[in-house]
C-alpha cells in the first residue's frame, strides 16, 4: 500500500513508521509511507501554513493552499488523489470494520490537523473521509494518523507473522479477547487456569470463549449487545451476512 502523509510536524513519524511491525513492513515493500512537510508547499519568507480565522475567535487555521498545492504536486490532478482522510475529532470513530475496508485500497492520503483544524474547503474538496480515533482531543492528527496506519498495515497481506493472529482477536469476531498467559506455570502466587495446561483443546476453546463474551459483558455492553443481535439475526438466515464480520 502507498501512503502519503501531509503534516507539519513530519518528524513526528520517524520512530513509528520506522520502528517493529510498520519498520518490518516498510523494509518488505508492503507498506511504502511517504511523510510530506506541508511547509514545502509555502511561499512566503515565513513559511506560515496558518492564519486567523474568518469570523474571530482564538487560536489559527490551517491555510487551504499548502494542501492543495501538495495534493496537486503528489498526484499531477486534485482528482487523481487516492482515498483522502482528514484526521479529525469530528470525524467518524475508527473502527476495526474501517480499518478493514482502509486496508482493502492500493493507496491513502492522510491529511494532519492542527491548531483550530483546517480551512473547511480543504474538507469539502479532498477529504473522502473524516476520520477520529476516539472522543478526546489530541493535539493535532499525527497520533491519530499513526494510530490509523498500524491498524490499516497490520492486516495488510504478509504483515503478520502467524495468519490466525489478525482474525483471533479482540474485535474480529466483535468480542473483547480472551485473557493470554505464557510461562511459567505460577507467578506471584497467580497460577495459569488448569484448562489451558490440560491438552484439552474443545475445553480450551470453551473457556477462551466463556472469558471473552465475561470481559466484554463487563467491559464493553455495546460490543455484546451488537454480538448478540448479529449472532441472532445469523441463526434465523445462516446464508446471510457472515456475523464475524464487523
Ligand atoms: N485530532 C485531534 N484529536 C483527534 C482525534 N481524537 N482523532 C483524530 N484526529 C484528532
Known amino acids: 500500500m502507498r501512503l502519503d502523509v501531509l503534516t507539519i510536524f513530519p518528524g513526528y513519524f520517524a520512530g513509528p513508521l520506522e520502528t517493529s511491525l510498520l519498520g518490518r513492513a516498510a523494509e518488505r515493500g508492503l507498506v511504502d509511507a511517504r511523510v510530506h512537510d506541508l511547509r514545502r508547499w509555502t511561499h512566503d519568507v515565513h513559511r506560515s501554513v496558518d492564519d486567523a480565522p474568518y469570523g474571530g475567535g482564538a487560536g489559527m487555521v490551517l491555510k487551504p493552499q499548502p494542501f492543495f498545492d501538495a495534493?496537486?504536486?503528489?498526484?499531477?490532478?486534485?482528482?487523481?488523489?487516492?482515498?483522502?482522510?482528514?484526521?479529525?475529532?469530528?470525524g467518524r470513530l475508527l473502527d476495526q470494520r474501517l480499518v478493514a475496508e482502509l486496508a482493502a485500497e492500493p493507496a491513502m492520503l492522510l491529511l494532519c490537523g492542527r491548531y483550530e483544524g483546517i480551512d473547511e474547503r480543504v474538507h469539502t474538496r479532498l477529504a473522502h473521509d473524516e476520520v477520529s480515533i476516539g472522543d478526546y482531543v489530541l493535539a493535532g492528527g499525527e497520533a491519530a494518523a499513526c494510530v490509523l496506519i498500524e491498524a490499516v498495515t497490520r492486516l495488510l497481506p504478509g504483515v503478520m507473522g502467524n495468519a490466525?493472529?489478525?482474525?483471533?482477536?479482540?474485535?474480529?469476531?466483535?468480542?473483547?479477547?480472551?485473557?493470554?498467559?505464557?510461562?511459567?506455570?505460577?507467578?506471584?502466587?497467580?497460577?495459569?487456569?488448569e484448562v489451558l495446561r490440560s491438552g484439552d483443546h474443545g475445553a480450551?476453546?470453551?473457556?477462551?470463549?466463556?472469558?471473552?463474551?465475561?470481559?466484554?459483558?463487563?467491559?464493553?455492553?455495546?460490543?455484546l449487545a451488537r454480538w448478540r443481535e448479529r449472532r441472532a439475526a445469523a441463526r434465523q438466515d445462516p446464508m446471510g451476512e457472515d456475523p464475524r464480520v464487523d
Open 71 to 90: 495534493v496537486s504536486e503528489l498526484y499531477g490532478d486534485l482528482d487523481a488523489r487516492p482515498r483522502t482522510i482528514v484526521l479529525t475529532p469530528r
Open 164 to 193: 490466525e493472529s489478525a482474525t483471533d482477536e479482540s474485535f474480529a469476531d466483535g468480542l473483547l479477547e480472551h485473557p493470554q498467559y505464557t510461562r511459567p506455570p505460577e507467578i506471584e502466587g497467580l497460577a495459569v487456569p
Open 204 to 223: 480450551v476453546e470453551a473457556w477462551r470463549h466463556e472469558q471473552a463474551l465475561a470481559r466484554t459483558a463487563e467491559v464493553r455492553p455495546d460490543l
